[in-house]
Each structure stands twice: as structure tokens, then as C-alpha cells.
């Protein structure tokens, strides 16, 4: 029998997903713990977890739209009503690393602490979490098999597609949600003078035009569009503003669902039919290709 590779969308041309990274001030400090001493930095971040995640919630709700937050473990652990706050208003917690250093940059003993370190944190306070985003969306094996190992449904970090598809792991199947840069606030809007996270800061009128046209694109498709956001970025007034227009627009257009990582996963894994992709490094010639 013919398997439907769109059944995870169920009746929508598309699916969005909104998701929030509440990073705070972990993507400085995987920079150098020196940023700790620099306060004008550090209050820059902490509007995030502290000003944008409230302000945003209370958006959600107006809309009544569900979301996923990605914390890491050291926000969750620093502000420990954080993560309770967005599950009670009907929203999924994901895990995003500890502290949010790049995998890539670290040993797999390193890798493994960090991941574990952040279930544990999630597991003292009582909140369940099924999916991952890695720090930085970066990946490496050892990340495939510590999401296999302890039984995560689903990953949000690569971009191998513009669909969710199947991670054929060694012991396991993750189901992956991808990203993809375009679909990323920090892109638009991220600006500090030290350390250097990027040095644009556009008008929330392109942001909005260049998401829209993107979600009008995967309605043709049949696609996920997959927006990550962080609050201390997206929370500013103005810019919190093209949410909500987004969000306006794809519900007069009556097609798009919108929805939580977690049950977009599930359905994909009920349903399968899925492109499948194996997680294995690259194949090279070093000598063609030398580190």
C-alpha cells in the first residue's frame, strides 16, 4: 500500500511551527566568561527570559496559537520558574544544550556532559522534554547518538529539507524538523559591539515581507515553515509586531495550521512517509580536503 508523504500535514497546505529560543545570556558566555563582568552585554540578554518570554506568552494567548520554547539548561536552571511558566500556558520545553556551546567545538565526553547535564535540570523540575535544538544548530555524531540513547523523539537543527524527514540513526529514528538560516530572527535583527553576533539590524517591515513570501512559497509546497525566534531579540515591541501580522496573515488565508514541535513529530512518526535520511558524516579525501 502507498504511503502518503503528506499525511503529516494532515488538511494544511502547510504547517508552521513558532518556535523561541530563550537563550538569555548563555550564547555570550559560550563566547568567553569574561562577558559576565560586562553588564550593559549581560542585561541585553536577560531581557530576553525575563521581559520577552511574558510579553510573548501573552501574545500566544490573544492568538491562541501554540509555540515550543527551546531552553538551555543553564537559563532553566538560573530562573527555575521559567520553564513551568511556558508549560502552563499549553506550550511545549525543549531541550538546547546546557550552555549553549557549539557541539562542534567540543569533545564527545564535553558533548555528552553538557546534554545530560540540561536533561537532568529539565528532570528536577518536572518538565518533560521530547525534542532537541541544538546550540548554534550545530550537530555531530555524538549528537545522533545521545538523542538516540535517551529516547528524543524528534530534532530541530538541520537542513536537509524544507519537510520534516526521518534520521536513521544506529539504535533509533528521530524524527527532524529542519531550519534554515532565512527562517532565523538572529539574522535580522542581532547586534552587539562585543563579542560579534552580527552587525545588521533591519526594519520589521522586511522581516515581515520576506516571511511572508517564504510561508506564501510553502503553501505551494507543502512545506514546514519552521520559524526560530529568541526573545530578546523578537520581544521588542515593534519587532514582536510581525508575529502577530504573520500569524494574522497565514489565518486569512485558511490553510496553514500552526502548531507544536512535539505533535508535528509525532504525527510524522505515526504516519511516516517521510524522506529518509541517514546522520552519517561525509565522506572525503583528507588530502583533497585537509582539516
Keep these: 500500500m502507498d504511503v502518503d508523504s503528506d499525511a503529516w500535514r494532515g488538511a494544511a497546505a502547510a504547517v508552521a511551527t513558532l518556535t523561541f529560543d530563550v537563550d538569555a545570556e548563555t550564547p555570550v558566555l559560550a563566547a568567553g566568561g569574561r562577558y559576565s563582568r560586562h553588564l550593559t552585554t549581560m542585561s541585553h540578554q536577560a531581557y530576553g527570559p525575563d521581559v520577552g518570554v511574558p510579553r510573548i506568552l501573552d ?24 520553564a513551568a511558566s511556558i508549560v502552563e500556558r499549553g506550550h511545549e520545553v525543549a531541550h538546547h544544550s546546557y550552555s549553549h556551546r557549539a557541539s562542534t567545538d567540543m569533545t564527545e565526553q564535553a558533548q555528552r556532559d553538557d546534554f545530560e547535564r540540561a536533561l537532568a535540570v529539565f528532570e528536577t523540575q518536572g518538565i518533560e522534554v521530547t525534542g532537541h535544538r ?25 537542513m536537509a529539507d524544507d519537510r520534516p524527514y526521518l534520521l536513521k540513526l544506529a539504535d533509533a529514528d528521530v524524527v527532524e524538523l529542519p531550519v534554515h538560516w532565512s527562517l532565523d530572527d538572529w539574522e535580522q ?7 560579534f553576533v552580527g552587525s545588521l539590524i533591519e526594519a520589521p517591515s522586511k522581516v515581515f515581507d520576506m516571511w511572508r513570501d517564504e510561508l506564501e512559497g510553502m503553501r505551494e509546497y507543502g512545506c514546514l515553515f519552521n520559524l526560530c525566534l529568541h526573545p530578546f531579540l523578537t520581544a521588542r515591541p515593534g519587532r514582536l509586531g510581525v508575529v502577530r501580522r504573520l500569524v494574522e496573515w497565514a489565518r486569512d488565508r485558511g490553510d496553514i495550521s500552526f502548531e507544536r514541535c512535539r505533535d508535528v513529530a509525532a504525527r510524522v512518526a505515526e504516519f511516516g512517509g517521510v524522506r529518509e535520511v541517514y546522520a552519517t558524516p561525509t565522506e572525503i579525501d583528507p588530502e583533497t580536503y585537509p582539516d
Excluded: I
Aim: proline content about 9%; overall charge negative.
Design 59 to 82: 501574545l500566544l494567548d490573544e492568538l491562541e496559537v501554540p509555540a515550543t520554547f527551546f531552553v538551555p539548561g543553564w537559563v532553566a536552571e538560573k530562573r527555575p520558574h521559567l
Design 134 to 158: 541544538a546550540a548554534m544548530w550545530q550537530t555531530t555524531t555524538t549528537t545522533m547518538e545521545l538523542l538516540a540513547e535517551h529516547g528524543l523523539s524528534y530534532d530541530s537543527s538541520m
Design 189 to 195: 535583527y542581532a547586534f552587539l559591539p562585543e563579542p
